[in-house]
């Protein structure tokens, strides 16, 4: 079964999925990764943190986790 994460995880949860995803979140503009509270954070919330489009981004990362399944 594909890995897939969701609009409600939070950003610690979602680097546990895939290491992997770390650039796609810094690309996006999420550079503070590492601060606790960042961590703690759902990706919807950092998004509108950010002005993101969650779904955007949630689309691209399980975009990237479904390539990693089929290799």
């Known amino acids: 079964m594909a890995k897939q994460v ?3 995880m939070v950003i610690g ?21 590492g601060c606790p509270s960042a961590q703690m954070e759902s990706i919807e919330d950092a998004c509108a943190v950010h002005g993101m489009d969650a ?3 949630i689309k691209k990362i399980n975009d990237y986790l479904a390539t990693t399944e089929e290799a």
Do not use: F, N, S, Y
């Not at 949860?13 to 990764?33: F, S, T, W, Y």
């Open 6 to 8: 969701t609009k409600d």
């Open 13 to 33: 949860q979602i680097i546990q999925v895939d290491r992997g995803i770390i650039p796609i979140l810094m690309q996006a503009g999420m550079h503070c990764l």
């Open 55 to 57: 779904d955007e981004l």
